[in-house]
């Protein structure tokens, strides 16, 4: 069983990543890029979902979905809960955390803003994923204001 | 960790579980990275096998930190207790299990820690024909990283590997010196 920090450590690799392709092109195809990032995030969340006993897939409305990621999915992944959940009631959620562990390394400032969105994309790919697998579809979106808090905006995608 | 005690277990196995499925969407991704390419792809064991050391190297130097901070473990006075702290401790801190350590060698500059198996690879499936030497790297890179850290320079690597059809896993550790300081030379 492996401890929280080492996903920690090894997100912040990935991310490293994308810095490193910008200044030095290697050899092979599809770089590291911010959907890349995301789409690798979406199957780990995926696969994340699937190891959910049965009784908590019994959701009974979509806001029950919601509310289990900001509580559940959350403290699983990132040792505590989301601090917020806001909804439109018409599809769109927004789930803010004030002190989101993948961006509490990088100093609090304007100066590093530009950046975060990097720390967030895979985060972001993960809970599209766990959605996904939960029977939900749905488009993820993070924002930062100031470090390190941070929005995820949840659309659900009627089909 | 969950304060509701019936989701304790599940929290905890959703979270040790994200690291190495992290770290198989990592591979996956990286042999889709070239899997175009015909004259990358023959190399690909040796591509990611070059990608993995450094990327642990870095995860191994930000790690010792963490370690030194959670464990409270005092500073090691030789290879052999550092041999301890790193099965006992670290292994058992990080990936929840603990080696026995074994073969040292004569000179006590060189040990073997066994595992039962692979510890990265539980959730993980290998893609086609790509050996485990990708998996492993990752490891004896963050070994080397971290143990830089606290002044040894060391060598990892894995001599068996259950992946590979051994009966254990088995990661050799060399103790090449010691990266000094003041500290007086000629501790041998």
């Not at chain 1, 409305?61 to 699983?76: G, I, R, T």
């Not at chain 2, 030194?68 to 058992?92: Q, W, Y």
Request: aromatic share 8%; proline share 4%; net charge negative.
């Amino acid at each position: 069983m492996a401890d929280a920090a080492l996903f920690e450590f090894l997100h912040m690799e990935m991310v490293a990543e994308l810095w490193a392709h910008h200044s030095d092109p290697g050899p092979g195809g599809q770089k590291m890029s911010l959907s890349v990032l995301e789409g690798m995030g979406f199957r780990v969340g995926q696969a994340l979902g699937e190891r959910l006993p049965q009784e908590t897939l019994a959701f009974r409305e979509e806001l029950d979905v919601l509310k289990f990621l900001c509580k559940d999915l959350w403290v699983a992944v990132f040792q505590k809960q989301m601090d917020s959940l806001r909804t439109n009631h018409q599809g769109t959620y927004v789930l803010q955390d004030n002190s989101f562990p993948l961006l509490i390394r990088m100093a609090s400032g304007p100066q590093y803003l530009e950046e975060a969105p990097k720390f967030l994309a895979f985060t972001c790919g993960l809970l599209r994923g766990t959605l996904s697998t939960l029977g939900i579809k749905s488009l993820v979106t993070a924002s930062v204001a100031s470090l390190p808090t941070c929005k995820f905006q949840v659309v659900i995608q009627k089909t | 960790m969950s304060r509701q005690a019936n989701r304790g277990t599940e929290s905890k196995k959703m979270s040790s579980e994200l690291f190495t499925l992290t770290y198989g969407a990592l591979v996956t991704q990286l042999c889709k990275d070239y899997e175009n390419d015909e004259d990358v792809n023959k190399q690909l064991d040796k591509i990611l096998f070059s990608y993995f050391l450094p990327r642990g190297y870095n995860i191994g130097v930000r790690l010792i930190e963490d370690f030194l901070a959670r464990s409270n473990v005092g500073r090691c006075h030789d290879f052999r207790e550092t041999a301890d702290v790193i099965a006992k401790v670290a292994f058992k801190m990080y990936l929840g299990i603990t080696p026995s350590i074994t073969n040292w060698s004569p000179a006590g500059d060189e040990f073997s820690l066994i595992l039962e198996n692979n510890p990265l690879v539980d959730f993980v499936e290998l893609p086609d024909n790509h050996s485990s030497l990708i998996y492993s790297n990752l490891l004896c890179g963050v070994l080397r990283g971290a143990l830089e850290m606290v002044q040894m320079a060391v060598e990892a690597k894995f001599v068996q590997d259950t992946l590979k059809g051994d009966g254990v896993t088995e990661i050799r550790m060399r103790f090449i010196r010691r990266i000094e300081d003041n500290l007086p030379a000629g501790e041998e």
